[in-house]
């Protein structure tokens, strides 16, 4: 059974960091994009950052880049995501994803629906 496991979310001063980790287990990913996405109270889930199988291509959302840095361990089946400069807009459930489609390819999708497997999120909310 495949199963993806977020941690490291929490409450943080605006301008402070956090390191969100996703474990998957039950499936081997290293093939495969992974990607985190976030929703905030009242409103859709919107992407985040992506990262193709093998590192080399990335994808943020305009609001975040420059602050956030999606990076993976594919010994460790685990992808990971600093972030930075953090702002009380950034305050939501992030949740990761992995697309199992098209395989060891530059194939970064943006969109939740190309994704097939979830995470149950972890909580961040950043104070002013």
């Known amino acids: 059974q495949v199963q993806l496991v977020e941690s490291g979310g929490g409450l943080v001063q605006a301008g402070g960091s956090l390191r969100l980790s996703c474990a998957a287990s039950g499936r081997t990913f290293s093939s495969y994009a992974m990607a985190w996405f976030r929703q905030a109270p009242g409103k859709d889930r919107e992407f985040v950052a992506v990262i193709n199988w093998s590192g080399t291509i990335t994808d943020y959302v305009d609001s975040v880049k420059g602050r956030f840095t999606i990076s993976r361990d594919n010994g460790k089946n685990t992808v990971y995501l600093q972030m930075g400069s953090l702002k009380p807009e950034d305050t939501s459930l992030y949740y990761c994803?992995?697309?199992?489609?098209?395989?060891?390819?530059?194939?970064?999708?943006?969109?939740?629906?190309?994704?097939?497997?979830w995470g149950q999120g972890t909580q961040v909310t950043v104070s002013s």
């Open positions: 994803a992995v697309s199992h489609r098209f395989g060891s390819s530059a194939y970064t999708p943006r969109g939740e629906y190309e994704y097939d497997y």
